[in-house]
């Protein structure tokens, strides 16, 4: 099972090239760096992961700078997105600055998506909560078509557009994965229907383990190999025994959070996550 890093990206954080150069150093697979454009000062939406919403979440770096900052001075690791709120993106302009990224990093690009949280913050995107994951699925099968054909059309509910041309395409064959955060059957219906990977966040392990089986109980009913969808445990607790609970699972990653904290702090994390490298 490869070990992966979720650094909440600030500007007051390790700098990322940095980060990222010291993460490829001590073996971990991949770095997964989080998205919000803005963070609404009403505050209306309630934190999920309760009470006061941490200071980083309205400092967090732009993924694709960030991750394009780590590709120029890495050259294995794994350029990933924990999560992309997609449903705040122009489709074609999501589908150019990823095909790129991928592109100059030589087929590095993973690619984690979700519809978000912040009702506000997809409102001042002009974005309705109520339907973000049909516009979300519509989404990931435009993006498909952007990237994989030469001339691409498509016509939807909330995706429009017609015979077009957009290159680069990806380097990876035939486009970076897309995985869904997410644990509800919704989600993992959607995953076996237009996702190549999950992010499961980990609270219970027990609980994700369950849905594992269901997951793969739900892609043998749609005629998919469960083996084709990937799983990434993300912002893993870095506990020997959580650890030891997946390692024997079909998870292929787990993800450990790296809070914003300045080099020599960070650092010695690192270091610390390393054994379990």
């Not at 998919?224 to 969808?229: E, G, L, M």
Request: glycine residues 6%; proline residues 7%.
């Amino acid at each position: 099972m490869r070990i992966g890093l979720f650094p909440f990206c600030t500007e007051y954080s390790m700098p990322i090239d940095k980060l990222a150069v010291a993460a490829e150093e001590r073996g971990f697979d991949s770095i997964w760096v989080p998205e919000h454009t803005h963070i609404p000062a009403s505050r209306a939406t309630a934190y999920p992961g309760g009470g006061e919403l941490p200071k980083e979440y309205s400092h967090t770096l732009d993924p694709f700078v960030a991750l394009g900052m780590a590709a120029a001075v890495t050259k294995d690791l794994k350029l990933a997105t924990g999560i992309c709120i997609a449903v705040e993106h122009h489709t074609l302009t999501l589908a150019k600055t990823v095909a790129t990224l991928d592109h100059v990093s030589n087929g590095r690009v993973l690619l984690g998506l979700s519809g978000g949280w912040n009702r506000e913050e997809m409102e001042n995107h002009s974005v309705q909560y109520a339907t973000r994951f049909k516009k979300l699925e519509e989404q990931m099968r435009a993006l498909k078509e952007v990237w994989t054909q030469e001339s691409a059309s498509f016509q939807g509910e909330f995706e429009q557009f017609d015979n077009i041309w957009s290159w680069p395409k990806p380097a990876q064959d035939p486009h970076p994965p897309l995985f869904l955060g997410g644990s509800s059957d919704h989600t993992l219906r959607r995953i076996v229907r237009v996702a190549e990977g999950w992010l499961p966040i980990t609270t219970n392990p027990e609980a994700i383990i369950a849905k594992m089986a269901k997951l793969d109980d739900f892609a043998t009913e749609a005629g998919r190999d469960p083996a084709s969808i990937s799983i990434s445990i993300f912002a893993a607790p870095p506990k020997d025994e959580v650890v030891m609970k997946f390692r024997d699972t079909r998870a292929e990653r787990i993800i450990f959070q790296v809070p914003p904290q300045d080099e020599s702090e960070t650092l010695r994390r690192l270091d610390r996550y390393a054994a379990w490298v």
